[in-house]
């Protein structure tokens, strides 16, 4: 059975740290140095990080399947009139092609739109084609393509994809 759980509390953030590590690695090898994994990581998991998006109003949610973690996203207001960004969204491998990627997606669709957002807009890597694949079959489109220097001579080569709610 698949359930949502909302993290509020810092340390309630490990378990995401967690889940990463195992998904990380293994989603990006095949696209991205090892070298900038790593960075990645740190630049975007590390407690301070994410307890000051938490702090900042980031929404952190857990997906679980019979009470196991099985994935993750978060999600904030963006700075587009009546746009919410979804920042992460991952979920293990084990759990690929079960339709739960999509139900994460319907929850973070809910949840933007109860707050009152009408459109979800995300970043991709422009090589992650299954992600990409997923996301058209959630009503996504790409809206734009970028290239953004994330420091340490790392890039993001992403699409922006964008959904209404």
């Not at 301070?48 to 996203?73: H, K, Q, T, W």
């Not at 319907?106 to 933007?112: F, L, S």
Request: no cysteine; glycine share 6%; net charge negative.
């Amino acid at each position: 059975m698949l359930t949502f759980e909302k993290l509020t509390d810092p340390a309630s953030l490990q378990i995401i740290r967690d889940i990463a590590a195992d998904i990380w690695p293994e989603t990006f090898a095949p696209i991205l140095a090892p070298e900038q994994i790593s960075y990645m990581m740190n630049m975007m998991y590390s407690p301070e990080v994410m307890e000051d998006e938490l702090a900042s109003g980031f929404n952190f949610e857990i997906a679980r399947i019979d009470g196991s973690p099985a994935g993750y996203f978060s999600w904030s207001a963006y700075d587009l009139p009546q746009t919410a960004k979804l920042h992460k969204l991952y979920l293990l491998s084990r759990y690929h092609g079960k339709k739960i990627g999509s139900a994460m997606l319907d929850q973070v669709a809910m949840r933007a739109k109860e707050a009152g957002f009408s459109k979800l807009r995300l970043n991709v890597n422009k090589y992650n084609d299954k992600a990409i694949r997923a996301y058209r079959r959630n009503n996504f489109i790409t809206v734009e393509s970028v290239k953004i220097d994330i420091g340490g001579g790392f890039y993001m080569d992403d699409f922006v994809m964008e959904k209404e709610l």
